[in-house]
């Protein structure tokens, strides 16, 4: 079967642990505002960072990385946003990288 989701004005995809390994797919619609969440829940807190298409992904004045690093929100979303985000949490217990594919419709 076939799933299908639009949202209209925010987008909250949580990462949760348990999908370690497996990549989300979630639709934005255009002129909308999209917030990714990494989980860091862990100890001690990790280092996080963001990645977008496999480049560090760099702040601007529609897309801002909040809460030291556990959220990313983009602002007015158009169709350039769209692709894999991904995020990777480092502490001295290791790494963790979750990712997240982003389809814009609209």
Known sequence: GEDSRSFHV???APLSIASLGETHSITA???GQLILECPEDTVPPPDIQWHWE???LWE??????LAEGRFLQIRDVGAVDGGEYS???TNALGDTSLRVQVEVHG
């Open 54 to 56: 496999g480049s560090p």
């Open 10 to 12: 925010s987008i909250q």
């Open 29 to 31: 619609v255009a002129g």
């Open 60 to 65: 601007d004045a529609r897309r801002q990385v």
């Open 87 to 89: 995020c990777r949490t």
